[in-house]
Nanobody, 127 residues
């Protein structure tokens, strides 16, 4: 089992940047594919980005491609989400998720495939 703690959220003006971090407990972080999801008020949780166990395979929602970058540091048990050129529509609670998977090279897209979740961090982008 893994426990996840997100940090780095906050209030930023449109066009600004934030870097989210997700720290994982345990010694087997590199057994987990990692993902970032977000949920805005009144909306369903949606996929933002995912990264494979070895960091080589990354996926992004169309709405964030070219603006967000996911990365992981397996030595520090941490996954990051660098968010640039933020827009008001990026306002949401951002969640980190983990899935233990045998595949080293494939990220996981569907939220239903992630059994482990963090508590979330609020990102608010003002116009």
């Amino acid at each position: 089992q893994v426990q996840l703690v997100e940090s780095g959220g906050g209030l930023v003006q449109a066009g600004g940047s934030l870097r989210l971090s997700c720290a994982a407990s345990g010694r087997t972080f590199n057994n987990y594919a990692m993902g970032w999801f977000r949920q805005a008020p009144g909306k369903e949780r949606e996929f933002v980005s995912g990264v494979s166990r070895n960091g080589g395979d990354r996926g992004y929602a169309d709405s964030v491609k070219g603006r967000f970058t996911i990365a992981r540091d397996n030595a520090k048990n941490t996954v990051f989400l660098q968010m640039n050129s933020l827009k008001p529509e990026d306002t949401a609670i951002y969640y980190c998720a983990a899935r233990n998977t045998p595949s080293m090279t494939t990220y996981v897209f569907a939220s239903s495939n992630y059994p482990y979740w963090g508590q979330g961090t609020q990102v608010t982008v003002s116009s």
